[in-house]
Nanobody
Framework: QVQLVESGGGLVQAGGSLRLSCAAS????????MGWYRQAPGKQRELVAT???????NYADSVKGRFTISRDNAKIAVYLDMSSLKPEDTAVYYC?????????WGQGKQVTVSS
């Protein structure tokens, strides 16, 4: 069983910065990628950023240049550094670990950006 534990997030004013962290534990199979997704009220869950085991990153257009994803392979952890935050970034952010054919999800962390 794989567990993903998230930390960070919270409330910040527009233009501010936050960091999300996610650590994996348990019986972890070969990891293809880790990443972050978010879901705003009334909207579908969407990709924010991913990083594969080779270190290649992928970002949603809406966060490029503002968010940075990184990972620590030794700790099996992934991080999301968010800067220049906007009110439209407000959402619940979910950590994801992809180990084909399985997807594992964290419990979600609220990020609220006030204008």
């Amino acid at each position: 069983q794989v567990q993903l534990v998230e930390s960070g997030g919270g409330l910040v004013q527009a233009g501010g910065s936050l960091r999300l962290s996610c650590a994996a534990s348990g019986s972890i199979p070969s990891i293809n990628a880790m990443g972050w997704y978010r879901q705003a009220p009334g909207k579908q869950r969407e990709l924010v950023a991913t990083i594969n085991r080779g270190g290649t990153t992928n970002y949603a257009d809406s966060v490029k240049g503002r968010f940075t994803i990184s990972r620590d392979n030794a700790k099996i952890a992934v991080y999301l550094d968010m800067s220049s935050l906007k009110p439209e970034d407000t959402a619940v952010y979910y950590c994801n670990l992809r180990a084909w054919p399985y997807d594992y999800w964290g419990q979600g962390k609220q990020v609220t950006v006030s204008s």
